[in-house]
């Protein structure tokens, strides 16, 4: 088992920044790839980025150049830095646990969401 708490979510204007954390606690955080997922109201569930155990990272093209995946095996944190906001990335981001996929169904383990709101 892997629980998983999300935190840093918040509201800023277009073009503004902020860094998600996901905190990871139960079974060895570094055994598992991890992504960082959104959904906005009426949306399905959206792949955003992910990292595998080595530190090699995939992003979805909507994000690409403007967010940062990384994380640290020794703090068992995992962080998504978000760069040139666009009010289109408002949405719950969810951090997750399992393999190196863009789907949802490729994780076994995720956080309860972290809310990000952009203003134009």
């Known amino acids: 088992q892997v629980q998983l708490v999300e935190s840093g979510g918040g509201s800023v204007q277009a073009g503004g920044s902020l860094r998600l954390s996901c905190a990871a606690s139960g079974r060895a955080f570094s055994m598992y790839a991890m992504g960082w997922f959104r959904q906005a109201p009426g949306k399905e569930r959206e792949f955003v980025a992910a990292?595998?155990?080595?530190?090699?990272?995939n992003y979805a093209d909507s994000v690409k150049g403007r967010f940062t995946i990384s994380r640290d095996n020794a703090k068992n944190t995992l962080y998504l830095q978000l760069n040139s906001l666009k009010p289109e990335d408002a949405a719950v981001y969810y951090c997750?646990?399992?393999?190196?996929?863009?789907?949802?169904?490729?994780?076994?383990?995720w956080g309860q969401g972290t809310q990000v709101t952009v203003s134009s």
């Open positions: 990292i595998n155990w080595s530190g090699s990272t």
């Open positions: 997750a646990a399992g393999s190196f996929a863009t789907t949802p169904a490729g994780y076994n383990y």
